[in-house]
């Protein structure tokens, strides 16, 4: 709950910083128009991953659906695991190389290794998302 409170703080520091800073401008436009860009993991995480693996992490499985819980998961221990599995998807889960951005996908999975009771160690960057990006397109096959 948290997080809830103090996001209207986040956004009023935007705010803020664009009116002494117009560089900044760009920015608060994004973070405060209608939908907005997805800027932080949970809303990454709210937005396009928890329809299937459910808002609380627990996923849903049995009765065709097969959506794995991250609560407890011991494959995300190892960072390259999830990046690679939401870079390149596997079975029914989708792919976001490219419609994600690398810092997008960097929070979301530090988002699901942190959250639902999650504490495992380390940070997933930007960088390490672009170093396992696949380079093969469609049209390579
Ligand atoms: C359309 C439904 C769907 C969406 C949306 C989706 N996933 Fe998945 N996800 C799946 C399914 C199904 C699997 C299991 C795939 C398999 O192993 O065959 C999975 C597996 C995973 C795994 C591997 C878990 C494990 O224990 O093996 C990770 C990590 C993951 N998803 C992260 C994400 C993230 C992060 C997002 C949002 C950016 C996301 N998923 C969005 C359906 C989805």
Known sequence: MRRLFLLPAVM????????????????ATAVVGSLGPLTTGQQVYQHVCQGCHMPDGKGAMGAGAGFPAFAGDQKLLNTGYPIYIVLNGHGDMPWFSGMLSDKQIADVINYIRSSFGNHFPGKVTPEEVAAMKPTITMEDN
């Open 12 to 27: 009023a520091g935007f705010i803020a910083a664009a009116s002494v800073t117009p560089a900044h401008a760009d920015t």
